[in-house]
């Protein structure tokens, strides 16, 4: 019997199916696109060239390169430090700010209480008219983007003032 799982599955290995595809024709694109950058650097005069970055997704990928700076552009950048930026060194990224998360934020300041979880996921949804597939990552989202967004029990979802702890309402 065919159901939702085997469904899935069948969708996955297509989507897999099509992301091989789309690859060999970006590999095709830009091997013909480097071949033809190659005749061009060869007919006219030769321009140094360096290799900035090499993608990490797929070794077979080729580097992009571009023209090496001039001497007069080397000597107006800055000189980079060789120790690392404290914000280098965090882990994640700066969460994003889209209308799901602030309507989240805006219906639990509405309820002092808290909302459970599916009950907040049908307002976001309402409110914004978007599907929330997963609703513990969005909410962990909204937590790293609001700090006062909290989950004190299991599937119960607060916004508490920073002033005020989780018991005294």
Known sequence: MFNERDALKLRLEQLAEQEERFLKLFREERELIFTKLRELDTSEKP?????VEKTPVDPELTEVVKPAPTPAKKAAQPKKSSTPSPQGNKRGRKPTV???KEAAIEILKMHPEG???VDLQRAVEEAT???IANMT???KSVEN????VQKPSRGT???ANTDTPFGEF
């Open 47 to 51: 321009v140094k060239t360096e290799v």
């Open 115 to 117: 909302m459970k979880g």
């Open 98 to 100: 889209t209308p799901e």
């Open 157 to 159: 979802y607060i916004y």
């Open 145 to 148: 983007l609001d700090p006062n």
């Open 137 to 139: 990552t969005f909410m």
């Open 129 to 131: 008219g978007s599907p």
